[in-house]
């Protein structure tokens, strides 16, 4: 009885050894210079699947969002001014992430805690991706950002590969909608207010 079992993992080895190359490339490098100039500017939040139910809560009240990293290469730290629109309504929120370089990772305190979100970069330099909770299958998960609102076939089709190599199934995808983004007008009134500024210094 114990051959034919063996054969049948010797055959799927090749299939398993292909699967696991493939996923080798979703993970998280040290952070540096060329990282977070790469990550510098305007995103677009595109999507996000994750198991942890208050992720998952979450994200299902986003209806659109984009945000703004200023990264300072000295302090190792990102300033971030994230707009959202949540019940049709535009909340901004202005903080300030710390680097972890060697971990490969952004932090932020939040409730009183230290929440840790794994850079992913994709191949395509116009995305990228965060992982959460890696180490632990029952809350694992990625959120999917791009430079414009609408992404390609090709973009998305990464970001599938990866909700795929942590087990997660598309239909677990929860995607934003550019077209109901309402923090347009606070976006515009922030530029002027900080042209204004820049001006007058």
Known sequence: MALPWVLT???????????SLGCAKFRALPITDATLDRLSGKWFYIASASRNAG??????TYQAAFFYFDPSHKEDTIQLRAYSTIG??????????NVHRKEGTLSIHENGREQFAYVW?????????????????????LSFYADRPEVTPEQMSEFHEAIGCIDIDKSEIMYTDEK???CG???KEHEEERKKKQEEA
Do not use: I, W
């Open 121 to 141: 970069l994709t191949k395509d330099p116009r995305t990228f991706m965060f992982a959460y909770f890696l180490d632990d299958k029952q809350n694992m998960g």
């Open 88 to 97: 049709n309504q535009c909340v901004y929120k202005s903080a300030l992430l």
């Open 180 to 182: 109901k983004d309402q």
């Open 55 to 60: 992720y998952k809560h979450s994200a299902k």
């Open 9 to 19: 993992v010797l055959s799927l080895l090749p299939l398993l050894d292909a699967q």
């Open 185 to 187: 007008p606070l976006e």
